[in-house]
């Protein structure tokens, strides 16, 4: 019994070392930023020194969600008080000027890569949204129960795929106008804590294993496994962006204090080159979308 004692303190001593001895080497510098949420504030997050600062203050506005237009612009979903009516709103955000701008009253709005195509929810239905002579053209992709949960994500300048909570991932493509069920890819993955990695065409997804383990494999839309990232499975991580310039992922983890059962974060970087990870920051929260730029 005591031998026992013993050798589980010793195997806890060796994980803790060999944790800090993982996040003590000296890395390479990283480069660019992340944009991120905070309630009514849009933030940044320089990766370079690991310091934050204020973008700007939306007011009354709660900013749920952001995601890339183009490198000038952001697309903002925002959650707030419109004629006496809770709203959600598409907001661009112009980097340079500072200045919004207003699109639609919707959520989950995403651009599709390198185009004016705008894929959003009004509610009840997805729809693909293009402005052409100053009017919005609009073309239905699915209707739903109101207000459901749902995922969105964009994976070419024609294609995105999406999810209804609890239902199978479905690929639209805007030329055809039609969506395609995706039943393997759906078995391995969960667009909840998904990327689209473009220089791979594949889907980095956290898959549920057995003992509430989790992989990370990344997936091609038919269902076929690529590769499986060495992560480790008793971690809670969950992928934020990818930094293709840089060949690294970021990471997010979240848990509860021992002592003080306080929620805790930290951001954690993963280089493809070596398959290394390390800690990059502690008690540093970025919510769940983040936007990647390489110049911050």
């Given at each position: 019994m ?14 803790l ?5 993982c ?27 690991g310091s934050?600062?204020?973008?700007t ?8 969600e ?9 697309l903002?979903?925002v ?9 959600h ?12 701008l207003?699109?639609l009253?919707g ?7 390198d185009?004016?195509?705008?894929v959003?929810?009004?509610?009840t239905?997805?729809?693909?949204a ?9 073309t239905?992709?699915a209707?739903h129960?109101?207000n459901a949960p ?14 209804l ?11 055809s ?7 393997r ?5 969960d ?11 594949a889907l ?10 989790y ?5 091609d839309l038919?269902?076929?496994?690529q ?10 991580l ?18 509860r ?7 805790r974060?930290a ?14 920051l502690?008690?540093?929260?970025l ?10």
């Open positions: 005591v031998d026992s004692r013993h050798k589980r303190r010793a195997a806890g001593l060796i994980a070392l060999l944790l800090a001895a996040g003590g080497q000296d890395e390479p510098e990283l480069r660019g930023g992340l944009y991120f949420a905070s309630g009514n504030y849009l933030a940044q997050l320089d990766l370079r020194d934050t600062s204020v973008v203050n939306l007011g009354d506005a709660e900013i749920r952001i995601s890339p237009q183009s490198a000038e612009r952001l903002l979903t959650f707030g008080n419109v004629d006496q009516q809770d709203t709103r598409l907001v661009l955000y112009d980097i340079e000027t500072r200045q919004t207003t699109l009253n959520r989950y709005g995403r651009y599709l890569p185009s004016q195509v705008l959003y929810d009004d509610g239905r997805i729809l693909v293009e402005k052409i002579l100053g009017t919005w053209e609009k239905e992709v209707t129960r109101f749902l995922r969105i994500l964009p994976i070419s300048a024609t294609r995105f795929l999406y999810a909570a609890g239902e199978p991932i479905h690929a639209y493509d805007n030329v106008k039609r969506s395609i069920r995706l039943d890819l759906t078995a391995l993955c667009l909840d804590h998904a990327l689209w990695m473009p220089e791979r065409d980095l997804c956290r898959s549920a294993g057995a003992d509430d383990q992989t990370y494999p990344m997936v038919d269902g076929t496994v590769a499986t990232l060495p992560l480790p499975a008793s971690r809670s969950q992928p934020l962006a990818a930094l293709p310039d840089q060949g690294v992922l970021v990471l997010a983890e979240q848990w204090g021992r002592m003080s059962g306080r929620r974060s951001v954690w970087i993963y280089r493809f080159a070596d398959e290394h990870l390390y800690r990059l502690d008690d540093q929260h919510g769940r979308w983040v936007v990647y730029t390489s110049a911050p």
